[in-house]
């Protein structure tokens, strides 16, 4: 391709970004190169800071800037209500509902024994630590029902069963509109599983 250097390495970089094949980082490198130069600085500087300040609460494993987390050192958050979770993002997707106000633990992943994801992998054993160390009256799991989530969240329920805890499930069935027809195994399963009683009410 014919661009300057350094316009090459932009695009060589962005295009190493999941999901940009080599034409939209082209398109997206012409486009930064048409801003404002405090634009770009701004987007290079929060690049920058993204690994210098992010760093794991120590208590749940979730994006922190300082040892803990905002959830773990917020005073007003039950304790005694711990929710698991993949990944920073499904927590941020369950903060954003607004009604959960326990803790979290955050696995960064699911089991996977072919990528090499055991229990200590995926702090299961430092949630047991949690359990042993803090009054918890409740574990729930919001586990995505993926064959993954399924296998995990199979594998803590039973590493949790002769604790002196309550676990529950987010009751995960049919999303609103979706034909029975079309639900996979999984959220059928689940949806049977999660099922509602009507009558007698
Ligand atoms: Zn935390």
Known sequence: MAFPLPLKRVIENLSRLPGLGEKSATRLALYLLGRPEEEIRELAQSLLELKEKIR???????????????????????????CVVEDPADLAAIE???IFRGHYHVLHGLLSPR?????REIRLEALLERLKKEPVREVLIALSPTVAGEATASYLVELLKDLPVQVTR?????????EVRYADRLTLKRALLAR??????
């Not at 794991?56 to 994006?63: D, S, V």
């Not at 987010?170 to 979706?178: E, P, S």
């Not at 509602?196 to 009410?201: D, F, G, H």
């Open 96 to 98: 954003a509902a607004g």
């Open 170 to 178: 987010l009751a995960c069935g049919l999303a609103l509109g979706m």
């Open 115 to 119: 990528e090499g994801l055991g229990p």
């Open 196 to 201: 509602e009683k009507v009558l007698p009410s």
């Open 56 to 82: 794991l609460c120590r208590h749940c494993f979730n994006f922190a800037e300082d040892d803990l987390c905002s959830i773990c050192s917020d005073p007003d958050r039950d304790p005694g209500l711990i």
